[in-house]
């Protein structure tokens, strides 16, 4: 049962979460092979992850193998069509086999809430299956019961490698522990060597063990009706060539029935408080599904658990070839994982995106002052202040790839800086850490930006790659990176009374960029409306809409923008995401926040959830929108829905303002200004509102009741004062104060 501590109410979250129960366990009702889940991309079967450790299975009726990775084994040297340098790799796994006649019973689910795995084995006397693992350590558990009249045989083999036998193997038997091990690539070229073990403890029967090979070992046991037992199995290695194989011995051997129950008490504690963060209620299965198996993929893939940060696909590298090398992808893809956790409630999830950044700055810097050469010819010879980085790195410091003549891989992160030190409140994350990194990026704008002058007036431009491997004069794109970086850095140079003496040259940049391109769409069907063009040439294909990045994730156009700019806006995203079908057709445009735009620029509710629903229903059957490209970036989903309920524009909250005509709640989704916010919509206005204020201060809400009298705001039973100006509701709040606020009509 879940509980958690609830400051508006009892029980809310046990209720909403047992009813969700069912639709959050995906079934497999016949086996699926090897074959059906081996993916280069994300996984294709059912999954487990702790932000360090991956799992998929697959299955035969008879068993099943649990497929493993860790986050931080990663090879140097490893070459295919987007470069050279570091590679995510799988370590290995364990297969558990029944040895019984074959029926046609069988049964696997991945249950989402509970964080399992649950098997049923297609034999005359089944045997049980529940995999799960542990989230602050890296133990692997399958617990196996049957009701068979007769001992069953089981075997399990550990083993390590992968499809590529390249790579060096190990395997020992150690006083009942089976041991395997996997390296990575050794030589001249390769800057390290990473090595990972896998080791595996059979509890509750006597076990039979063999090692098999140079990279298998092997167990045999019977199983009895009523006596269950369990494959524990713990994942270790390093990036210093040591698989840590005498720590994971000694984790194993210290465990017993206590232990085991502690730890799976510890798993369901960590991700009860993970599921009741906050979560919504959309009133639509779908909708609710998708939005709450995202939550479920963002925090398997990433948390404070993780050693170095997981690529555009998590923690499930379970191929020797994943697909751009398993990188976190710099030029959006792989930052589009961790825009939505910040709304979501759960922005500790980012910290180890954080720490991956900060390695890179040192290279970044030297790339900005000796590699402009290598974006474009046109750059020989170029020198810039700031950071420049490629399109892809891997999680433990390193780059690799080109550039694709894109000098916004860097500022592409400003926005998760931002948001952290915004949606908190955290003023020394903030310094420390946020602002440092977006004055690196404005340093770069100060000495890459040119100046037009003309007629005596002038302007600031930038030529750089709108898009991969494009040329661009003036993408809508980049200046609203531009604008971004610049806005920031203003306002936080004044929060923390630093670099006044920048601010006359930030805000005439602010106040000198070009306006965005505006032309007539050239292709067939469209509405005959202008657009916003993606560069000064007035560029119109793909089917994205890049061109509306300054919406998000840059936030420089918003709710608050004039109503032409906001017309421009709609025609653009329908034209691209309707009449030429971008938002369901264009392989990834939920994960290029297509949708968040939407949302963010007052687009037709009924579309957007439309839309979305398309793409939801060619979700797998573990839930995920594959487009043989990217993983967690679809997580941007969480994002959409939390924007349609909630939105902080420039210290304002607005409550459902691209919501649907239809009932619907969230509860703690977390706003900017260090708000917690829960709310109640009937369908044509808020019934119910009520915030924490963490950091205190004061409340700006957009009257959800603009057309009643006698709004009353209420802190512990007392009401507050407050003005009401320009539909503007605003209050002073307390540190940790709880606030709730109705209309009395």
Avoid at 223 to 243: E, K, M, Q
Avoid at 347 to 357: Q, R
Avoid at 571 to 595: P, R
Avoid at 601 to 628: C, E, Q, S, W
Wanted: glycine share 8%.
């Amino acid at each position: 049962m879940l509980t958690s501590c609830h400051p508006f109410g009892v029980n809310l979250d046990d209720r909403y979460f047992q009813n969700k129960r069912g639709m959050l366990t995906a079934r497999w009702t016949a086996p699926f092979g090897k074959e059906d889940v081996e993916s280069s991309h994300a996984p294709k079967g059912p999954f487990l992850g702790n932000g360090d450790v991956g799992l998929v299975s697959y299955t035969s009726e008879k068993g099943q193998t649990l497929q493993l990775s860790k986050v931080d084994f990663i090879t140097d040297d490893w070459t295919d069509w987007t470069g050279t340098g570091p590679a995510a790799l799988p370590v290995g796994g364990v297969s558990i086999q029944i040895h019984a006649e074959t029926d046609d019973d069988f049964l696997y689910e991945m249950r989402l809430l509970e964080a399992e795995l649950y098997m049923k084995t297609g034999t005359v006397e089944p045997v049980e299956m529940r995999t799960w693992m542990s989230m602050n350590d890296n133990y692997v558990v399958t617990e196996l019961a049957t009701r068979a009249s007769c001992p069953i045989l089981v075997t399990v083999e550990t083993y390590a490698g992968c499809e590529d036998t390249y790579y060096e193997t190990t395997a020992e038997i150690h006083d009942g522990i089976g041991q395997v091990t996997r390296r990575t690539r050794t030589g001249e070229k390769v800057r390290w060597t990473a090595r990972a073990g896998i080791s595996t403890r059979i509890i509750g029967t006597e076990v039979i063990w063999e090692q098999a090979s140079s990279s298998q070992v092997t167990s045999t046991f019977l199983i009895r009706s009523g006596h269950p037992i369990h494959i524990v199995t713990y994942v270790s290695g390093s990036l210093n060539d040591n698989a840590n194989l005498s720590e994971a011995y000694e984790k194993l051997c210290g465990l017993d029935g206590d232990s085991l129950i502690l730890l799976k008490e510890s798993k369901d504690a960590w991700w009860r408080d993970m599921w009741t963060r906050s979560y919504v209620e959309t009133n639509d299965s779908l909708l609710n599904r998708q939005y709450l198996s995202s939550i479920y993929l963002m925090a398997s893939a990433c948390n404070l658990h993780s050693p170095v940060c997981g690529g555009m696909y998590g923690v499930w590298n379970m191929n020797d070839t994943m697909n751009y090398h398993g990188d976190i992808h710099l030029n959006y893809n792989s930052q589009a994982g961790f825009y939505s956790v910040f709304s979501a409630n759960r922005p500790e999830l980012a910290m180890p995106y954080y720490e991956f950044l900060e390695k890179m700055i040192p290279e970044g810097r030297r790339r900005a002052r000796e590699d402009l050469g290598s974006v474009h010819p046109s750059l020989k010879g170029k020198s810039c202040r700031g950071l420049l980085f490629p399109v892809s790195a891997l999680g433990n410091g390193y780059f690799y790839c080109q550039y694709w003549q894109q000098t916004v891989n860097a500022p592409f992160n400003i926005p998760l800086f931002s948001w952290y030190y915004e949606y908190t409140g955290d003023k020394e994350f903030l310094r420390e850490r946020a602002y440092p990194f977006i004055r690196e990026c404005g340093d770069f704008y100060e000495d890459y930006l040119e100046k037009d002058v003309s007629d005596n007036t002038y302007h600031y431009t930038i030529t750089t790659g709108g898009h991969e491997n494009s040329w661009d004069l003036n993408p809508p794109s980049d200046l609203g990176f531009v604008e971004m970086t610049f806005r920031l850095l203003l306002r936080y140079s004044e929060v923390l009374d630093v670099d006044s003496e920048r601010r006359a040259l930030w805000k005439d940049i602010v106040d000198h960029l070009p306006l965005y391109k505006v032309i007539m769409p050239t292709q067939t069907p469209n509405q005959g409306l202008p657009i916003y063009a993606k560069n000064e040439e007035g560029w119109d294909w793909p089917a994205h809409v890049i061109q509306l990045q300054p919406v998000y994730p840059c936030e420089v156009l918003n709710l608050h923008s004039d109503s032409t700019t906001l017309q421009l806006a709609r025609n653009t995203l329908y034209y691209y995401g309707i009449d030429q079908q971008g938002l369901t057709e264009t392989m990834n445009e939920l994960g290029l926040s297509a949708f968040i735009m939407g949302t963010r620029i007052g687009f037709n509710p009924n579309i957007l959830i439309n839309k979305m629903k398309v793409l939801i229903r060619r979700a797998g059957t573990n839930f995920l929108i594959l487009d043989g490209h990217h993983c967690l970036e679809k997580t941007t989903f969480v994002e959409t829905i939390n924007s349609m309920m909630l939105q902080s524009v420039e210290g304002v909250l607005y409550l459902f303002p691209c919501w649907i005509d239809s009932p619907a709640s969230f509860t703690r989704l977390r706003a900017k200004g260090a708000f917690v916010v829960s709310a109640d919509y009937d369908g044509k206005e808020v019934v119910s509102l009520n915030l924490l204020s963490e950091k205190g201060g004061i409340c700006r809400i957009n009257n959800p009741w603009p057309n009643k009298g006698n709004v009353k705001v209420l802190c512990n039973g007392e009401e507050v004062d407050f003005k009401l100006e320009n539909r503007i509701l605003s209050f002073l709040t307390e540190t940790g104060g709880t606030y709730e606020l109705f209309c009395a009509d």
